[in-house]
C-alpha cells in the first residue's frame, strides 16, 4: 500500500524556519521523482519544487533562494527546508510523486504570522 506522510508543519512568525519531512512506501520513492505541494485556503493546490532520484532539484517562482529541497534514498524521506518564511506561504504542505500523482497524504499544516 502506497503511503506519504508527511510531518514537521506549525505555527511560526515571519522570517522565521521550518522543515518538513515526507516519509514514503519505499517501492515508489527511490525511482521516483518527488514534489512538494501546497495549498493555501480557497486556493488551488500548486506546485512547489521537485527533486529527481539523483538529487536534482527544481523550484517554481518565489520559493527558490528561501526553500531547500532534499532526499534521503537509505531513509525513503524527503524534505523541505524552509527559510524566511512569510505569510503568503501559510497553506498545507503535501509531498507525492511527480508523475503519476498517488493518492494525497494528510499534509502538514504551516501557519505564518505577520
Known amino acids: 500500500q502506497v503511503q506519504l506522510v508527511e510531518s514537521g508543519g506549525g505555527l511560526v512568525q515571519a522570517v522565521g524556519s521550518l522543515r518538513l519531512s515526507c516519509a514514503a512506501s519505499r517501492g515508489i520513492f527511490r525511482p521516483n521523482t518527488m514534489v512538494w505541494y501546497r495549498q493555501a485556503p480557497g486556493q488551488e493546490r500548486e506546485l512547489v519544487a521537485s527533486?529527481?532520484?539523483?538529487?536534482?532539484?527544481t523550484y517554481v517562482n518565489s520559493e527558490k533562494g528561501r526553500f531547500t529541497i532534499s532526499r534521503d534514498n537509505a531513509k525513503n524521506t524527503m524534505y523541505l527546508q524552509m527559510n524566511s518564511l512569510e505569510p503568503e506561504d501559510t497553506a498545507v504542505y503535501y509531498c507525492?510523486?511527480?508523475?503519476?500523482?498517488?493518492?494525497w497524504g494528510q499534509g502538514t499544516q504551516v501557519t505564518v504570522s505577520p
Open positions: 507525492n510523486t511527480k508523475a503519476p500523482l498517488r493518492n
Open positions: 527533486i529527481t532520484s539523483g538529487g536534482t532539484a
